[in-house]
């Protein structure tokens, strides 16, 4: 194992902005069943190398304990003495920061992405268009269009992983797995929670508009 040294200081920050988005979500019912996983970057990237803070895996997601956390690296391996397990889907969360760059990883299950995601799994992707909360991703063009990838939710994670830099789109800050959930990213906690929030929010409002329409 390679440790890193990450300032005290700067490992509380990190720990405690986790903690608190984690108990936000799990108010919500966003971690049903132990599922989902969260993981916030540690220091600047350096390269190809990289380390980032992440839920341990299969515990109770609405609990707040010390052990709910350990820090990784770019390929997913604890970078400090713990005896906790990273979250099953650590290596989708490493292709995730290696290819965009970004601060903040959520990943959650819900109802509506997973309805969703499965009645577009076929497509290979969610279309949304003329939502007006499109520009939370920062896209403000009229009556704008965009699509969210589907990839298949294989067993194997590395074998999902290795799909995502074929899917990834540079405006579109997220990735449903089929009948899984959602990743959403930003650059920080900040804009990873307002995109997954604006995901969520167009997942049920076309689940909704589709059973209008019917
Ligand atoms: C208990 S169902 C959910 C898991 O299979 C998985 O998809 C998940 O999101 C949580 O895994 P975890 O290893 O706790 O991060
Ligand atoms: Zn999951």
Redesign the pocket.
């Known amino acids: 194992m390679s440790l890193v040294h990450i300032p005290a200081e700067e490992k509380r920050r990190v720990l405690e902005e986790l903690a608190d988005v984690k108990e936000l979500f799990a108010a919500r019912n966003w971690f049903p069943g132990t599922?989902?996983?969260l993981s916030l970057r540690v220091g600047e990237m350096d390269g190809d190398r990289f380390h980032f803070a992440i839920t341990a895996s299969g515990k109770d997601k609405s609990k707040r304990t010390p052990e709910d956390f350990l820090i990784v690296d770019q390929e997913g391996r604890p970078a400090e003495t713990t005896g906790l397990k990273p979250s099953?889907?650590t290596l989708i969360h490493c292709e995730i920061y290696r290819l965009t760059g970004c601060g903040a990883v959520f990943?959650?299950?819900t109802v509506f992405n997973n309805l969703i995601s499965e009645y577009y799994g076929e497509q290979g992707a969610v279309p949304l268009q003329g939502i007006e909360l499109i520009k939370a991703f920062n896209i403000w063009e009229e009556n704008a269009a965009i699509a969210v990838p589907v990839l298949p939710n294989y067993a194997d994670i590395s074998a999902i992983a290795k799909l995502v830099p074929g899917v990834l789109n540079e405006q579109v800050p997220g990735i449903l797995?089929r009948n899984?959930?959602i990743y959403a990213w930003g650059r920080d906690t900040f804009e990873a929670k307002k995109h997954l929030e604006a995901f969520e929010f167009m997942f049920e409002t076309v689940y909704r508009s589709l059973l209008l329409n019917k």
Do not use: I, T
């Open positions: 599922s989902g996983n099953a889907e990943h959650v299950h797995l899984h959930g």
